[in-house]
Nanobody, 126 residues
Framework: QVHLVESGGGSVQVGGSLRLSCAAS????????MGWFRQAPGKGREGVAF???????SYADSVKGRFTITKDNAKNTLYLQMNSLKPEDTAMYYC????????????????????WGQGTQVTVSS
């Protein structure tokens, strides 16, 4: 049974940093496409960053150069390092995973991942 638990959210000022974690169980993270999504109040869900089983990564244009997605396969944990945070980064952040062919595990492919965590709130204030 796949289980994903996010942590690391919180409140930070503009320009600050946060690192989100997603602890995974029930599957081997090294074999899955994993990603971070976010949803702000009144807005649609946005795929923020993805990492494929071959460790290739991709990012939404809105976060390129500021966010970094990584994973520790030994710990079965996904991370999102968020730097230079802006008020528009305020949202609930979710991690998700599924077995997706690597070329489709990209932000521009908008992969449809089946397994989701419960989310962690990030609030950036000016």
């Amino acid at each position: 049974q796949v289980h994903l638990v996010e942590s690391g959210g919180g409140s930070v000022q503009v320009g600050g940093s946060l690192r989100l974690s997603c602890a995974a169980s029930g599957f081997t993270s090294s074999m899955y496409c994993m990603g971070w999504f976010r949803q702000a109040p009144g807005k649609g869900r946005e795929g923020v960053a993805f990492i494929a089983s071959d460790d290739s990564t991709s990012y939404a244009d809105s976060v390129k150069g500021r966010f970094t997605i990584t994973k520790d396969n030994a710990k079965n944990t996904l991370y999102l390092q968020m730097n230079s945070l802006k008020p528009e980064d305020t949202a609930m952040y979710y991690c998700a995973a599924d077995y997706v062919f690597d070329p489709y595990c990209r932000s521009d492919r908008a992969p449809d991942l089946r397994f989701w965590g419960q989310g962690t709130q990030v609030t950036v204030s000016s």
